[in-house]
């Protein structure tokens, strides 16, 4: 299997997000916290132009906690700043809401300094398809989100959505293209749910994530499916899997299609537990 994404498609995106960038203030790149390498996009920085940059490691509520904060750390380190989401979560929210302005604070302060009237911040939020970009926007704007266009002081032609006073997001699809190159970060990609089920094979993506797990989270597979040997070939850990969880066939073989997809549908739940598949980077 080779997950692709056509070479048009990005050309055109990036002309997008480029025509959009002269509009906003601040630029946030949403990543899915179980897996924060695989779903960045391998030319964010390239991309956003040297824009005040925040990483929002969304869905943390299914993640690690002790491997978000590795996460949080490593991004730290790098002087990005970066915060985990969970929709739902109101502390979250302040948070994010907070960082925002919080990056955007030099901007103003040279603003001020000039003299020049305080405007309402500009936010456009990057994303892989399928990583949770509409949901949490809804979840920030709330019921009260306004949309406005052609108004005084926002681009023309462009609509906006105000997430809070003195905050506005850009109502932009600003879809980026997932980091195919590397074909383990496409069927972890997979694993989450950010690729269709049409477009990849079950019998290749469920052996990728048991060994992910047999890597970084052993004691799941032993207390989630009776596996002692996690170190064993993925296809019998899938065997083992299926079996715990009743995938049997007339006569008592594997049901490896019914297999594969529970266990794809016990990590996406969370019947798991809170998992992160994406290790740091090599130093």
């Not at 597979?221 to 064993?232: A, G, N, R, S, T």
Request: aromatic share 6%; glycine share 6%; hydrophobic share 40%.
């Amino acid at each position: 299997m080779l997950i692709q994404w056509f070479p048009g498609h990005m050309t055109k995106t990036k002309r997008m997000i480029e025509s959009h960038l002269k509009a906003v203030d601040v630029v946030a790149e949403l990543l899915d916290a179980r897996i924060p390498m695989s779903s960045a996009n391998p030319m964010v920085e390239e991309l956003v132009q040297g824009k005040p940059r925040i990483v929002i490691l969304n869905k943390a509520d299914l993640a690690d906690p002790k491997a978000t904060d590795r996460w949080i750390s490593y991004y730290q380190k790098k002087n990005i700043p970066v915060v985990p989401m969970s929709v739902g979560n109101s502390k979250n929210k302040k948070k994010l809401l907070a960082l925002i302005r919080e990056t955007a604070e030099p901007m103003l302060a040279k603003w001020r300094k000039r003299g020049i009237k305080s405007r309402s911040v500009r936010l456009m939020i990057l994303g892989i398809p399928n990583v949770g970009k509409s949901t949490l926007i809804n979840f920030l704007a709330g019921t009260a989100a306004t949309r406005t266009a052609n108004t005084p002081g926002h681009t023309r032609g462009k609509q906006w959505v105000r997430l809070s006073e003195g905050l506005d997001l850009l109502d932009t699809p600003g879809v980026l293209w997932p980091k195919f190159d590397d074909q383990v970060a496409a069927l972890r990609l997979a694993a989450t749910g950010a690729i269709a089920g049409d477009v990849f094979n079950a019998d290749e993506v469920v052996p990728e994530l048991l060994a992910s797990l047999a890597e970084t989270a052993p004691w799941v597979l032993q207390e989630k499916y009776d596996i002692e040997d996690v170190h064993q070939d993925p296809q019998l850990l899938l065997e083992a899997a299926g079996r715990r969880r009743g995938c049997l066939l007339p006569g008592g073989a594997i049901d490896y299609d019914r297999a594969e997809m529970v266990v794809l549908r016990d990590f996406r739940s969370g019947k798991l537990g809170k998992l992160t598949l994406d290790p740091l980077p090599e130093k």
